[in-house]
C-alpha cells in the first residue's frame, strides 16, 4: 500500500488527537479521583477498613469531631504517618471529623495544659467534651467516641450489704474485670447498701442485684420494689441457690426460679467435666443477642419461669433441647428422671413496659434477669462470648442500643507461613525459572526478527 503526502497528513492529524483525547482522559481520570474513592480490603478481618459497628456510630454523631495528634514531627516511629493512616479511615465516614498534629517540643504550654503524657498522644472533642487517648487503634478511639457520645454519666448501682459479687473484687466470684473494661467505655460503677444509704440515687441508669447471700431487710425490699415500680431499670443475677427474702421483687416482676439446676450434655461433649455448665449456642432475636454467633457458658444455673403482668417478657437465653431440670444431686452419674422438666428452658429474660413520664411522655422500663450469676466473674468472663454479654446487657439497660455492637477487632491474617517446600519453589520460581523465561522470550523475539 503506498502512502502519498495526504495520508501521511491524516496519519500525523489522527496521532495527535489521540494524544490529546488520551491526555484528556487522563485528566478527567485525575479531576474523578480528587471526588470520588474507591477502597477495598482483602484481609481476612477487614483491619484497614472500619468495623461496621464504628461506621453505626460515626453516622449517629452529630456536629463536628476534633481530633489533635500531640506527635513530633521526625523520629524513628513515624508515629504521624499511622495516625492519618488510621484517622482517614474515620474521615471517610464523617466528613466533619478533623485531624491537627502539634509537635509536643514546640508547644510545652499546651502540652501541659492538656494533659499529655505521651508522643503521639490523641486529644479528642466532641460537643465540648474531651478525652485523651494514648492507645491507637479502633477500638480505642471507637471506645473514646462511645464515651463522649453517651452525653452524660451512667452510674450503674452494685447493691451490697447482703454478701452479693462485688464489682470491684479480684476474687474468682467478683466482677472486678468485667467493670473495670466497662470503665473504660464511659460507665461509673458505685456500690449501694440501703442500710447505709436509705435510698436509689436518682442519677442512676441501673441497679444491679448480683447473687445476694442474706435477706434484705424489709425496708430494703421496700426501696428496691419502689424503684422498680417508679420505672428503674434492673439486671438481676440470680442462683438455683439463691437466698430468699427477695420473693416479693419476683412477684412485682413476675419472673420466678424453676425447681432444680440445669444439666446439658452438651459440655460434657465439648470437653467439660461438670454436668451443670450450660452452653448456649443459638440465641433468640433479640436486641441483646441478635448478631451473637460465639458460645456463652453458664456454670450451675437455674431456669425461669415468668408470669403474666404488665410486663412484656422475652427470652434472650435458652439451652439446647437435650437439656432438663435436675431435683436431684449433681454427684456421680446423673440421668433424665421422669417428672424432671426438660427441654428448650430459659434462663435469661428480659422484661419491658412503658411508663407515663413527667408531662405526659413515655418511657420505657428494662430489665434483665439470668439464672445465672457466675457468668461474668472474673473466673469465667473469657470463656466464649461471656464478656460480650455482659457489656450489651449493660449497654442494653441504659439504652444505649447503638453500642451493643462495637466488637474487638482481631486480625488473624497479620502474617504469612509457608513450607520449606513451598518456600524453595517460590525461590526457584522468581529466582531462576521467571528470569530465564523473560531473557528466552527475549532472545526468540530477536532471532524471529532477524530472519524477516
Given amino acids: 500500500m503506498d502512502i502519498d503526502r495526504n495520508s501521511q497528513r491524516r496519519l500525523r492529524v489522527q496521532n495527535w488527537i489521540f494524544v490529546v483525547l488520551f491526555l484528556v482522559a487522563i485528566g478527567l481520570v485525575g479531576w474523578l479521583s480528587t471526588r470520588y474513592h474507591l477502597q477495598a480490603d482483602w484481609t481476612a478481618s477487614g483491619r484497614h477498613t472500619l468495623s461496621e459497628a464504628s461506621r453505626q456510630l460515626?453516622?449517629?454523631?452529630?456536629g463536628p469531631v476534633t481530633i489533635t495528634a500531640f506527635a513530633r514531627k521526625s523520629g524513628a516511629s513515624q508515629l504521624r504517618p499511622r495516625i492519618r493512616e488510621m484517622?482517614?479511615?474515620?474521615?471517610?465516614?464523617?466528613?466533619?471529623?478533623s485531624l491537627g498534629f502539634v509537635d509536643p517540643d514546640q508547644h510545652p504550654d499546651r502540652v501541659r495544659a492538656l494533659g499529655v503524657r505521651v508522643d503521639g498522644e490523641l486529644v479528642v472533642e466532641y460537643q465540648g467534651r474531651s478525652e485523651n487517648l494514648t492507645t491507637l487503634g479502633e477500638q480505642a478511639l471507637t471506645n473514646a467516641l462511645q464515651r463522649l457520645a453517651r452525653g452524660g454519666e451512667r452510674r450503674v448501682m452494685f447493691l451490697t450489704g447482703h454478701g452479693e459479687r462485688g464489682p470491684e473484687g479480684r476474687s474468682n466470684f467478683d466482677y472486678g474485670q468485667w467493670t473495670a473494661q466497662l470503665q473504660n467505655r464511659g460507665l461509673r460503677f458505685d456500690t449501694l447498701n440501703l442500710s447505709i444509704t436509705p435510698s436509689i440515687p436518682d442519677n442512676a441508669a441501673a441497679l444491679i442485684i448480683a447473687d445476694p447471700r442474706q435477706d434484705p431487710l424489709p425496708g430494703e425490699a421496700a426501696l428496691i420494689g419502689d424503684w422498680v415500680a417508679a420505672g428503674g431499670n434492673l439486671l438481676w443475677l440470680r442462683e438455683p441457690d439463691d437466698a430468699g427474702g427477695f420473693e416479693a421483687l419476683a412477684e412485682q416482676l413476675g419472673v420466678t426460679l424453676g425447681e432444680g439446676t440445669l444439666v446439658d450434655p452438651t459440655g460434657q461433649q465439648l470437653g467439660i467435666?461438670?454436668?451443670a455448665f450450660v452452653v448456649v449456642a443459638?440465641?433468640?432475636?433479640?436486641?441483646?443477642?441478635?448478631d451473637l454467633s460465639s458460645l456463652t457458658l453458664f456454670p450451675i444455673a437455674g431456669y425461669l419461669v415468668t408470669s403474666q403482668n404488665d410486663f412484656r417478657f422475652q427470652p434472650i437465653l435458652q439451652t439446647l433441647e437435650r437439656s432438663w431440670a435436675e431435683t436431684g444431686g449433681l454427684e456421680g452419674a446423673i440421668e433424665h428422671d421422669k417428672g424432671e422438666l426438660s427441654g428448650r428452658l430459659p434462663l435469661g429474660v428480659t422484661a419491658t413496659r412503658s411508663l407515663a413520664g413527667k408531662g405526659g411522655a413515655e418511657s420505657s422500663q428494662r430489665v434483665a434477669v439470668v439464672g445465672d450469676a457466675d457468668f461474668l466473674s472474673n473466673q469465667y468472663l473469657g470463656n466464649g462470648a461471656n464478656r460480650e454479654l455482659g457489656n450489651r446487657l449493660v449497654n442494653w439497660l441504659n439504652h444505649?442500643?447503638?453500642?451493643?455492637?462495637?466488637?474487638?477487632?482481631?486480625?488473624?491474617d497479620v502474617?504469612?507461613?509457608?513450607?520449606?517446600?513451598v518456600s524453595a519453589v517460590l525461590g526457584f520460581g522468581f529466582l531462576l525459572i521467571l528470569p530465564l523465561g523473560l531473557a528466552g522470550t527475549g532472545v526468540l523475539i530477536w532471532l524471529r526478527r532477524r530472519k524477516r
Fill in 273 to 275: 467435666d461438670h454436668p
Fill in 58 to 62: 460515626l453516622e449517629r454523631l452529630e
Fill in 400 to 412: 444505649d442500643d447503638i453500642f451493643i455492637r462495637v466488637p474487638s477487632r482481631t486480625a488473624p
Fill in 415 to 421: 502474617s504469612l507461613t509457608l513450607t520449606p517446600m
Fill in 87 to 97: 484517622i482517614e479511615r474515620y474521615q471517610r465516614q464523617k466528613a466533619d471529623l
Fill in 282 to 290: 443459638e440465641y433468640p432475636d433479640h436486641p441483646v443477642t441478635s
